[in-house]
């Protein structure tokens, strides 16, 4: 049996409600136009439980580090405090 697949854009709403993580996956459904934001719809929700997405948060934290260690990207750096204006 073949296990589907689907790609991506990005994520949308990430919602908790009686312990159950709620994450909706979006997906392009235009393309922009002339300076115009993409439209994106929610393709997907994904349900788990607070310990489930903490596991994923791992794992997906391992990913990043790995792709940090074969120089496939760079870790931001933290952006400088500002200053309000007349403040100290």
């Given at each position: ?44 929700r994904l349900a788990m439980s607070i ?38």
């Amino acid at each position: 049996m073949a296990i589907p697949e689907r790609f991506i854009d990005g994520i949308g709403n990430i919602a908790i409600q009686a312990a159950v993580v709620r994450l909706e996956l979006t997906v392009m459904e235009r393309l922009p136009v002339e300076n115009k934001a993409p439209t994106l719809e929610v393709a997907e929700r994904l349900a788990m439980s607070i310990e489930t997405l903490l596991k994923l948060h791992q794992g997906l934290s391992d990913v990043v580090m790995q792709l940090e260690g074969k120089g496939l990207i760079k870790k931001r750096e933290p952006a400088a405090p500002t200053r309000k204006k007349g403040g100290k």
